[in-house]
Nanobody
């Protein structure tokens, strides 16, 4: 059974940075695309980024382009989301999810496995 565990969330001031990690167990990460999603209080979940299975192509929601970077380390079975220039609008619970043999277009409905999330709070 594939399990995902996110870490790296916390409280950060506006303009600050965080790096989220997503450790995958129960399978080899190189078979999966990795998606990052977030849910802000009172809002629907939205896709933040996606990195494809084989060629590590990435895609981002417009609101984070130029600030967030998604990467993967297949040897460590870990995906990362580097978040820079954070703003209060980035506050929310961040989830990683995987899709077997997925592309760089991650849809929540298409993801096979989900982590339980890590909370990011951007506030002064």
């Amino acid at each position: 059974q594939v399990q995902l565990v996110e870490s790296g969330g916390g409280l950060v001031q506006p303009g600050g940075s965080l790096r989220l990690s997503c450790v995958v167990s129960g399978s080899t990460l190189d078979e999966y695309a990795i998606g990052w999603f977030r849910q802000a209080p009172g809002k629907e979940r939205e896709g933040v980024s996606c990195i494809s299975t084989s060629d590590a192509m990435t895609d981002y929601v417009d609101s984070v382009k130029g600030r967030f970077t998604s990467s993967r380390d297949n040897a460590e079975n870990t995906g990362y989301l580097q978040m820079d220039s954070l703003s209060p609008d980035d506050t929310g619970v961040y989830y990683c999810a995987t899709e077997k043999y997925g592309s760089s277009y991650c849809r929540a409905a298409g993801m096979d496995n989900w982590g339980k999330g890590t909370l990011v709070i951007v506030s002064s």
